[in-house]
């Protein structure tokens, strides 16, 4: 075998997907090294979320094509977004990749290397699944997106809905678990499309939903908490957010993208749900859990978006009070609807100046938001550990099952990667608090 080196760029569906493909090479005889340099198969994930995005794999590409010129035995494979149903155009730009492979076409990725038809399909990567020992782990549960908001490029490129058997799932938080991990994330486009595309349940009319599989993997011993991502108001019904409601591994956090505050603006995204719809859901999310944590998406600049619309937008952000806003400006897409149907009108300057107008709305209101927890206590699990500013000292970063960044320091060597830790916060921010330790965590299943 050789040596694999996994460039990954874009959402945590690529980043467990690289996870998964990882594993596999692994299970193959492969080794993993930190250095294109170094390795005799260089795979990139790419995204195409944005143009950015797609930049940055062009320009990674462009510095291995040297690597490869200079040892054509280098096998090269491009997966992830960027590579569509058609690849004839990649394939002339870039000439040096020996494969294009759309997202999670594992056996396509590894048709280069030569292998057994039964090491590189059939039933081999549904029982492979990332094998690092991390306190933290995504789980894509459904794959593909069956919206089509004209200005996304995913759903041509990952395809239609797919859901995961929750038996699959299951199994695969399981093994998570037996080494080390304490939160899963269920990952999909839009996660509460989960199950849809199945047929019913046995024995009923009704296919299994989100629901489902969160009580499926909530009793499984040793996992503390259980988040979601990315969810999509029509799809969040009443059965599925009471059902997380009364599970109570599941975390108190949600990323609910909104895009617009604007209905004739959300009308020609092609989002499916108007302003009211969108606050209705909001409010019944709170009913269930008054303190829960609600990020969103926002893009700025969309076509046709007017001056007026924006405003719709912004007072929408100052009523909601959202924790956190990831706002972008629109960037035109190749492919999509927009980029055919719906000129880019809005200057780029402008833009500009609507993104940073939410930034400082944003800014203000998560400020606000975070001083009310002042002097409160909070569950954090430990994601990161770096040395502190004094020596024996750690500086520990983790986040509270509102997805709440928290820092704090700890004597160091006394806390590791996933224990729980009860911290009071002293100094806010409007990206993160700050605390420090008031009760000895539970000692980790890991030790």
């Given at each position: 075998m050789g040596s694999y080196y996994i460039w990954t760029v874009g959402c945590q569906?690529?980043?467990?997907?690289?996870?998964?493909?990882?594993?596999?090479?692994?299970?193959?005889?492969?080794?993993?090294?930190?250095q294109a340099e170094d390795a005799d198969f260089i795979v990139l994930n790419t995204c195409a979320i944005r143009q950015q995005a797609e930049d940055k794999a062009a320009n990674k590409l462009g510095a291995i094509r040297f690597l490869k010129e200079a040892n054509p035995a280098i096998r090269v494979a491009v997966m992830g977004c960027t590579v569509g149903p058609r690849t004839e155009e990649l394939s002339e730009r870039f000439p040096f990749v020996d494969v294009f492979a759309q997202p999670q076409r594992f056996d396509k990725v590894l048709s280069v290397l030569d292998l057994p038809d039964e090491d590189s399909g059939g039933e081999f990567w549904p029982a492979v699944f990332p094998d690092e020992a991390t306190p933290f782990a995504y789980v894509p549960v459904v794959e593909g997106c069956d919206k089509f908001c004209t200005y996304c490029i995913v759903p041509l490129r990952r395809g239609r809905e797919r859901s995961r058997s929750i038996d699959e799932v299951r199994h695969e938080v399981e093994a998570h678990v037996a080494r080390g991990t304490r939160e899963v994330t269920l990952l999909g486009q839009t996660v509460e499309a989960y199950g849809k595309d199945q047929p019913p349940v046995e024995g009923g009319t009704d296919h299994a939903d989100l629901f489902d599989l969160m009580s499926a993997i909530h009793e499984i011993e040793g996992l503390q908490r259980i988040r979601q991502l990315t969810s999509y108001p029509p799809d969040m019904?009443?059965?599925?957010?009471?059902?997380?409601?009364?599970?109570?591994k599941v975390c108190e956090s949600f990323s609910l993208p909104v895009q617009?505050?604007?209905?004739?603006?959300?009308?020609?995204?092609?989002?499916?749900?108007?302003?009211?719809?969108?606050?209705?859901?909001?409010?019944?999310?709170?009913?269930?859990?008054?303190?829960?944590?609600?990020?969103?998406?926002?893009?700025?600049?969309?076509?046709?978006?007017?001056?007026?619309?924006?405003?719709?937008?912004?007072?929408?952000?100052?009523?909601?009070?959202?924790?956190?806003?990831?706002?972008?400006?629109?960037?035109?897409?190749?492919?999509?609807?927009?980029?055919?149907?719906?000129?880019?009108d809005v200057p780029q300057e402008e833009k500009m100046e609507r993104l940073h107008t939410i930034e400082e709305i944003q800014k203000r209101i998560a400020f606000e938001i975070n001083h009310e927890l002042w002097g409160r206590r909070f569950e954090v699990l430990v994601e990161a550990l770096k040395a502190g500013r004094e020596p024996g000292v750690e500086r520990l970063t983790g986040r509270t099952r509102t997805a709440k960044l928290v820092h704090f320091d700890a004597p160091?060597?006394?806390?590791?990667?996933?224990?729980?830790?009860e911290v009071e916060i002293n100094r806010t921010y409007p990206w993160s608090l700050r605390g420090a330790i008031v009760a000895q965590p539970e000692p980790a299943l890991t030790r």
């Open positions: 569906v690529n980043v467990a997907d690289s996870g998964k493909l990882a594993a596999g090479l692994r299970r193959l005889g492969w080794e993993p090294t930190d019904t009443d059965r599925i957010l009471e059902g997380m409601a009364s599970l109570p617009a505050g604007d209905d004739e603006t959300l009308e020609r995204m092609k989002r499916g749900y108007t302003v009211a719809e969108f606050r209705e859901r909001v409010a019944k999310i709170r009913s269930l859990m008054p303190e829960v944590g609600i990020s969103t998406d926002v893009i700025v600049g969309s076509p046709g978006e007017t001056d007026a619309q924006f405003r719709n937008t912004c007072r929408l952000l100052e009523e909601l009070r959202f924790d956190k806003v990831h706002v972008a400006a629109y960037s035109e897409r190749a492919g999509t609807f927009a980029a055919r149907h719906q000129p880019d160091q060597g006394v806390y590791r990667l996933g224990d729980a830790v």
